[in-house]
């Protein structure tokens, strides 16, 4: 595992990450299954966990709480976000701060995730939603200041809505937040436009999230594909997306060298980029924790494949379905 710096924080973190999403209630989730594969990517070098109290209605981080619990002698990373006080995924234009996330709500749910981390401090709070006119009222900021000051927090983040990466430059450029979590990968690479460059000038850590396309980059989509009833994917993957989907990735079939998989090339892709700290895919089973992992050892793409990888960018717009 090759570790890089976490921004301004000067946290060295492992550059593959563990998001921790389907763990909180995806079909197909049980969590002893959960909590091994955790402890194995603890034992292969993984230091940086991202959960969400929105992740199970807390259920994600109390399994991360009992991962740190188990390993006393290691520093492991903790990643977690608010959820928006009005429950709507993404943030809508001219939703106000005191609609999603007034100051005595931020207080309210770190203390929440806290008691479900069993820890004392969280090293990064993101707001899991964010809108980048908030930059102007400056109570949320306020409320970081002091939960660092009490030593609840060490850093501050935002969770960039899907394909807005534009809708978080000014909150970097302000100089408030630490880190920014966005969709970056072979198909999303506008935050290399104007948000990457920002976080360069800024020293704000990058996290690189949805790292194979909500499942498209595993290439093990289909026309057909399905899942159970109450499954998220149901309600992205609407037929007019998944065919869009399962067209791109099969025309980068070709692309695979001989002994590489997709996902493999999928995340080595993101390694290509200097400025992302960390990427989290989504891990729930042993032999995903060990083949992700391993893309560290191998490192980024060769620069020809890399190169070719970029004529696969894919501009997307939010939908009622994009969520």
Not at 5 to 21: H, L, N, P, Q
Not at 261 to 288: C, D, Q, W, Y
Request: charged share 25%; with cysteine.
């Amino acid at each position: 595992m090759r570790y890089r710096r976490f921004g301004r924080t000067g946290w060295m973190v492992s550059e593959i990450g563990y998001g921790m999403w389907g763990m909180g209630g995806w079909s197909g989730s049980e969590d002893a299954e959960s909590l091994n594969s955790l402890q194995l990517a603890v034992d292969l070098g993984c230091n940086f966990f991202d959960t969400a109290w929105a992740y199970g209605d807390g259920h994600s981080e109390r399994l991360l709480g009992q991962l740190v619990k188990a390993n006393p002698n290691r520093r492991l990373y903790i990643a977690t976000k608010i959820p928006p006080k009005n429950r709507i995924w993404p943030s809508r234009r001219g939703f106000t701060l005191d609609e999603v996330f007034p100051p005595e709500y931020i207080e309210e749910y770190v203390h929440k995730s806290l008691e479900n981390l069993g820890v004392e401090t969280i090293d990064l709070i993101q707001f899991h939603v964010w809108e980048d006119d908030w930059v102007q009222d400056p109570r949320w900021a306020k409320k970081l200041d002091e939960l660092r000051d009490q030593g609840l927090i060490r850093a501050a983040g935002i969770s960039i809505n899907r394909w807005e990466p534009w809708n978080g430059v000014k909150a970097v450029r302000s100089g408030l937040i630490d880190a920014v979590q966005v969709i970056y990968n072979i198909f999303d690479q506008n935050p290399e436009d104007e948000l990457f460059p920002a976080c360069r000038e800024m020293d704000v850590a990058v996290i690189a999230r949805v790292p194979f396309d909500e499942g498209t980059l595993t290439g093990t989509l289909t026309l057909d594909s399905k899942w159970p009833e109450g499954d998220w994917r149901n309600t992205y993957f609407v037929p007019e997306n998944l065919k869009a989907s399962v067209e791109r990735a099969e025309r980068l079939r070709p692309l695979i060298p001989a002994g590489m998989t997709m996902p493999e090339m999928a995340l080595r892709f993101i390694l290509n980029e200097p400025t992302v700290s960390t990427i989290i895919p989504g891990m729930r089973k042993e032999h995903h924790v060990r083949a992700n992992i391993a893309c560290s050892d191998d490192g980024p793409l060769p620069a020809d494949l890399h190169q070719a990888l970029r004529a696969h960018r894919w501009d997307r717009t939010p939908t009622e379905w994009s969520q």
